[in-house]
């Protein structure tokens, strides 16, 4: 059996602009219209999750190299 992959960040948000969209146009029904609302709210997390996770790998680089940098001017 594959291993199914992650979708990617760009491919969940052009999703979630595309629910959007489709809830700035008015052209749904109740029904449709719950299950997208429940699609999105889920997308934003996922998003905001992965945006996040993103965000403290950034932060643990930066004091990474902060920290390097630091140390070769201490003993330059």
Same mark, same amino acid.
């Given at each position: +059996?594959?291993? /199914? $992959?992650?979708?990617? !960040?760009?491919?969940? !948000? ?6 959007? %969209? /489709?809830?700035? $146009? ?7 219209? #719950?299950?997208?609302? @429940? %699609?999105? +709210?889920?997308?934003? /997390?996922?998003?905001?999750? %992965? #945006?996040? =996770? ?5 932060? =643990?680089? /930066? ?5 390097? $940098?630091?140390?070769? @001017? +201490? $003993?330059?």
């Amino acid at each position: +059996m594959a291993k /199914k $992959s992650k979708p990617s !960040f760009a491919n969940d !948000f052009a999703e979630l602009e595309a629910l959007a %969209r /489709k809830f700035e $146009s008015g052209a749904f029904d109740v029904e449709q219209g #719950l299950a997208d609302f @429940e %699609r999105g +709210m889920a997308l934003a /997390k996922q998003l905001k999750d %992965r #945006l996040k =996770t993103v965000e403290q790998k950034v932060e =643990t680089i /930066k004091a990474k190299y902060a920290h390097r $940098s630091g140390a070769e @001017e +201490m $003993s330059a």
